[in-house]
């Protein structure tokens, strides 16, 4: 089962670090958001294979939606 992380705030999503495939360590960030004119990295909270990557650079994001999903080694 994989492990989801979703967006905590309505944010831009500046730019997508990891990509499927890739393996992460906890507290890699995944993705970087933008909001009020702050950066705000998103990391796993897990190690493991990203294997999804559920947004794109410039999607707006809210509260809960997905981000991605690792399967944890």
């Known amino acids: 089962m994989g492990h989801f ?3 905590e705030l ?3 999503v500046l730019k997508v670090v990891a ?5 992460v360590a906890a ?3 995944l993705v970087l958001l933008e909001s009020m004119k702050m ?3 998103v990391a796993a909270e897990v190690s493991g294979t ?3 990557i559920a ?4 999607d707006v994001v809210t ?7 690792i399967e944890e080694d």
């Open 10 to 12: 309505v944010a831009n």
């Open 5 to 7: 992380v979703n967006a």
């Open 27 to 29: 507290q890699d960030t």
């Open 50 to 52: 990203v294997t999804e």
């Open 63 to 69: 509260e809960g939606d997905l981000l991605a999903e």
């Open 19 to 23: 990509q499927p495939g890739d393996k």
């Open 39 to 41: 950066e705000i990295p």
């Open 55 to 58: 947004v794109r650079e410039g």
